[in-house]
């Protein structure tokens, strides 16, 4: 299904563009790392089918230009885009749900951290958030030597040592309107993965959060924050068909998890009750 909507919205330092699929209530799906709109092109025209649901591309990636020079990209400035976009979208008061795989679930979390009031629920798929692991120190070693790697000796290298993050496998290839690689490798990874979640803040919106996984990720380094972060919030992780992109190689089974997900919890937005998880971790 072709977008029913497209445009873009001017915001602080960039022009995002956006897609509007379907009708019902809205639902912001929130890409991660290189990936545009398009890597959610699929399984938004399956959600459509019952939500009003917008993709974009994230600044920098895409079509959503970059408006003065390419800097390292921050997840508060970006959960300030996806707030933006939320206002422009379903007008001042209107709660939505929100879906973000990787650092789009790092953005998913700052934009409910920051405006719990608009979200009534936000999924978040194996955030990478590294820097709250026990052993953190050892990954943002890693994170620091993919990134001189790449800057002494180019993308491909670089790229076979990111693999480390998904059980030793190459990433999947995507979906995507162009290539984001050089700027993500350039301006994403670094800041991203050492972004620390307020987890004080987070406890006061548990209620707000589901916690989120893939079936064929679970030993992966890139499944253990959310798996860290939910225990320690006393909550559980829900697992969704697939592994990291499950959402791309499964978009059929994975919107019919998510819809299961998001109509367990009451308009309200009482979370399911503690220890449970629906997804059989």
Same mark, same amino acid.
């Given at each position: $299904? ?13 022009? @995002? %563009? ?25 399984? #938004? ?15 920098? /990636? ?20 996806? %707030? ?5 979208? #379903? ?18 979390l700052e934009v409910t951290v920051r405006h719990p009031?608009?979200?009534?629920? !936000? ?16 990954? $943002? ?6 990134? &001189? ?5 180019? $993308?491909?290298?670089? =790229?076979?040592? =990111?693999?480390?993050?998904? +059980? ?10 162009? /290539? /984001? ?12 993965? &050492? ?9 006061? @919106? ?5 916690? !989120? ?28 068909p697939g592994g990291h992109v499950g959402y791309a ?14 109509? !367990?919890?009451?308009? +309200? ?13």
């Amino acid at each position: $299904m072709d977008p029913s909507t497209s445009g873009t919205l001017a915001v602080p330092g960039a022009e @995002i %563009y956006f897609e509007v699929r379907g009708e019902g209530p809205l639902l912001l799906l929130i890409g991660g790392g290189n990936s545009d709109a398009a890597v959610y092109k699929r399984l #938004a025209t399956v959600l459509a089918a019952g939500h009003r649901v917008v993709t974009y591309d994230p600044r920098g /990636n895409s079509r959503s230009v970059l408006v003065g020079p390419q800097v390292d990209q921050r997840v508060e400035e970006h959960a300030d885009d996806a %707030y933006r976009l939320i206002r422009h979208l #379903a007008g001042p008061n209107a709660p939505v749900c929100v879906f973000g795989s990787c650092s789009g679930g790092l953005i998913a979390l700052e934009v409910t951290v920051r405006h719990p009031d608009r979200i009534r629920l !936000a999924v978040v798929h194996e955030p990478p958030a590294l820097s709250v692991l026990p052993d953190a120190g050892r990954h $943002m070693a890693l994170l620091d030597d993919i990134c &001189r790697t790449y800057r002494s000796e180019g $993308m491909a290298p670089a =790229l076979v040592k =990111l693999q480390a993050l998904h +059980g030793g496998r190459p990433a999947p290839a995507l979906p995507e309107e162009h /290539n /984001n690689t050089d700027f993500f490798l350039r301006h994403f990874v670094r800041p991203f993965t &050492r972004f620390v979640p307020d987890l004080t803040a987070l406890g006061e @919106i548990s209620e707000k959060v589901v916690w !989120a996984g893939g079936h064929a990720s679970r030993g992966d380094l890139v499944h253990r924050p959310a798996l860290f972060l939910a225990e320690r919030l006393g909550r559980t992780v829900e697992l969704f068909p697939g592994g990291h992109v499950g959402y791309a190689r499964y978009p059929a089974d994975f919107a019919e998890r998510l819809v299961e997900v998001l109509a !367990a919890v009451p308009p +309200g937005g009482a979370g399911r009750p503690h220890g449970t998880t629906g997804g059989g971790l």
